[in-house]
């Protein structure tokens, strides 16, 4: 009785709906009551759209910098006094810039982000004074980091362009930029209505879209006698295909190596509740520290090796797979073998039971559910459909889909994905590190 009350809780608290703003943007929140609250701007400004490799990331350091009403150090000092918290992240296809509050302060943070939309300076003297240093910094580590690299070579080889692009300026790109670059992918993403979603948690839908309104209104007008010719829109981005590949790459940094073995899709058909099972089930985690995990491919895998599974959706495509690092070339190479046999045996109808097919289900749902319970997560987990299909997110419908997923669904989208061609990267000490036939991955 308890169980089913907290589900009806979450189902009639567990749903965001969503508005068009007089902006043209759509607007969606979700309150649960709790004492802070946030808002997000998700921009259609993620690498697939940049003009030159490394301008989102450029932009994405250029967030709450110097606006037609505050300075960067006013944001800064302004933001402490109300004891909030401002932040960007960039993904392939997006950028976040989220404003985080104790509730009641909402006008002055919406005000924030509504300036960086209308009227940004994109200074040069910020943009060589703090914006390049950041990008270099943010680069060297992703650099360094064998997991990172990994996943990055991954998205080059599985999609090429668009969603193969890098989400980290290297030196060479660096030298290449100016804030002009940045300024023309900022206007090309806020000048069209359709290419902005504004989020939030701890306050109203309503409330939300009128402040926004009123700020970007306000803010717009002052920039608009000021503006410079207008950017035109970007022809949209080239539909996906996804490619696949292999990659052998050697480590600089230390002793740290990691092997990505993945598979994508460029189909729409693709269930994406079948998608997280099939993430769950082929993720060794265990569910207490220092423990053996239960999954099937726990087992299999050295135990001075570490693996875990990822699943990254995007608007028209899917890379699937595991990422293991440990420092042992040879510990990698045999936990990669158990991957690529993971892979093949989820596509065999009736491979996998009915415990493991459960076991995958209820972690696949408790990780969307706990995901989403973080505001990162739930603008990660429902931003995309809010933004290109003014969806509303519900949360509890999320968690049935997943719930619904059959062992044959499960299959099924294993066989899907394992009929093309592997996307297999090494990074670390090509002496041990195994070649992708080696593993049984083919062409």
């Known amino acids: 009785m308890l169980r089913a009350t907290r589900l009806v809780r979450a189902s ?20 649960n009551g709790q004492p802070t609250s946030s808002v997000t701007v998700l921009l259609k400004a993620g690498s697939r759209y940049e003009s030159k490799p490394g301008v989102a990331h450029a932009l994405s350091n250029f967030a709450f910098k110097s606006t037609g009403k505050r300075s960067a150090l006013g944001t800064v000092r302004e933001a402490e006094l109300y004891g909030g918290v401002l932040s960007s992240s960039l993904s392939r296809e997006h950028l976040a810039l989220t404003a985080e509050f104790l509730r009641g302060d909402e006008a002055y943070f919406v005000d924030v982000l509504a300036s960086f939309l209308a009227s940004p300076k994109f200074t040069r003297h910020e943009f060589s004074e703090y914006v390049l240093p950041a990008v270099h910094s943010e680069s060297s580590a992703a650099a360094q980091s064998a997991p990172t690299h990994a996943l990055e070579l991954a998205h080059a080889l599985a999609f090429r362009n668009g969603l193969g692009h890098s989400l980290y300026a290297d030196s060479h790109a660096l ?31 309503e409330s939300l879209a009128k402040l926004f309104e009123n700020a970007f209104s306000a803010h717009h007008k002052k920039a608009s006698a000021a503006a410079s010719a207008p950017v035109p829109a970007p022809a949209p981005p080239a539909a996906t295909t996804y490619h696949g590949g292999s990659a052998r790459v050697p480590s600089a940094h230390g002793s740290q190596q990691a092997i990505f073995i993945g598979f994508g899709s460029s189909s729409k058909s693709a269930s994406l509740p079948a998608l997280h099972a099939l993430a769950a089930h082929l ?24 693996a875990r599974s990822v699943l990254l959706p995007y608007s028209d495509a899917t890379l699937v797979g595991v990422v293991l690092e440990g420092a042992d070339g040879r510990a990698l190479g045999e936990g990669a073998r158990a991957v690529a046999a993971a892979f093949r045996d989820a596509a065999v109808g009736g491979k996998v039971g009915k415990e493991e097919l459960a076991r995958a289900v209820a972690r696949a749902k408790f990780r969307l559910a706990a995901g989403v319970e973080a505001r990162e997560g739930f603008v990660g987990a429902f931003g995309p459909g809010v933004l290109l299909r003014g969806e509303t997110a519900d949360v509890q419908a999320a968690l049935e889909g997943v719930q619904g997923v059959s062992g044959a669904g499960l299959s099924q989208v294993a066989r899907d994905l394992v009929k093309s061609k592997p996307t297999y990267v090494a990074v670390g000490d090509l002496h041990a590190l195994p070649y992708a036939d080696e593993i049984g991955l083919s062409a």
């Not at 007089?22 to 979700?30: D, I, P, W």
């Not at 569910?287 to 995990?293: E, I, N, R």
């Open 175 to 205: 030298g290449n930029i100016t804030a002009d670059d940045v300024r023309d992918l900022h206007a090309r993403a806020v000048g069209n209505p359709s290419s902005v979603a504004i989020l939030g948690t701890g306050i109203s839908t």
């Open 283 to 306: 993720d060794p985690s265990p569910a207490l520290k220092w423990a053996a995990g239960a999954a099937p491919l726990a087992s299999a895998i050295p135990a001075r090796v570490r």
């Open 12 to 31: 009639k608290r567990g749903f965001a709906t969503v508005v068009d703003a007089s902006t043209g943007f759509k607007v969606a929140a979700l309150d």
